[in-house]
């Protein structure tokens, strides 16, 4: 009984941790080409380049 309880909370525990890593990887990929975008607004504005 004890032993499928603790099985339970471990996929409960991985589920989570899935979760939370697959949130994480769309705001950092989300802000990074926020950042690139702007970065690259700048640079063409303060080079002249266009």
């Known amino acids: 009984m ?3 309880l ?4 471990v996929i409960i525990a991985v589920l989570l941790i ?3 890593y697959y ?3 769309i705001f950092r990929k989300k802000f990074s ?3 690139k975008g702007s970065e690259s607004n700048n640079c ?3 080079c002249g380049c266009s």
Do not use: G
């Open 44 to 46: 063409d504005s303060d």
């Open 18 to 20: 899935a979760a939370f």
């Open 6 to 9: 603790l099985i339970q909370y």
């Open 2 to 4: 004890e032993t499928s």
């Open 23 to 25: 949130i994480f990887k």
């Open 33 to 35: 080409l926020r950042r």
